[in-house]
């Protein structure tokens, strides 16, 4: 199995960034928030009570949506018929409908094309930015493009697969999900790099009994010798499995402690286990340790 990304027939530079999505609607939800608590009390101070109650439908800042926002201006356009001369009021639907409700209704629209996706593009919306091998500048400039995934046997191609997703781990799922549907069933054997690897795949592919003949990630960097003197490694570390502990390189035995899980994006269930030392306090490899850490 194989994957290579190609890129989209699209301007590189109209991208659209899903964190970017995220923080501007944050913003405008709070700033929508803030002109409905200015326009509350102002209808408070006039004794409004029945305007005041409606205005408090629309929930906390995260909570207000485009729909809800709508219904919001129609009421305040309603109150305005029955007090046209108020001047803040006016002010404030204007804000509303020329501004604010327009481009929340932009980010709406832009979370739903993003999906799972950190990016796209305005010019190829299905496209999105990753780092291509090809790069002929070899500076990581981030593209627009797809993700190809094929899979062979004796240089025939068997099965392919096009995918949003940058990276060929969250792909080998999907891929081979694909190549049973075309062929009835998986080949008894999947050979593939370490960019497949990870704990998800393989619960995957021992799911679907067969011969799995993929690296982890780190194994390459496990085999050399910075890796392999790095005392900060837990795998450089001693394991003792009837306790059901960890010795470091200064001799400091770290007791298990508890578990946590986490969910990955596909709705994988991934368990952590936790272990901690009675103290590091003193540790002449203590510095050392956290600094390697923090890289």
Known sequence: MDGTKIEANANRYTFVWGKAVVKHKMKLQEKVQTLFATIAEAEKQEDNEHHGQDLLELGDAAAITSEKLE?????????????????????????????????LRKYEGAQNILGERNSYSKTDKDATFMRMKEDHMRNGQLKPGYNVQIGTENQFILAYSLHQRPTDTRCLKPHLEKVKSVLGKLPSTIIADAGYGGEENYAYLKNEKVEAIVKYG???????????SDISKIDNWDYNEEEDSWTCKAGQKLIFRRKSKEKTESGYEIEYRHYRSMSCEGCPLKTFVYKSRRK
């Open 71 to 103: 219904t919001a201006v129609k009421q305040l356009e309603l109150s305005l018929q029955e007090k046209p001369k108020d001047k803040p009021l006016k002010k404030a639907i204007s804000k509303l409908r020329r501004d604010l409700l327009p481009r």
């Open 218 to 228: 780190t194994y390459h960097k496990e085999k050399s010798k910075s890796w392999q």
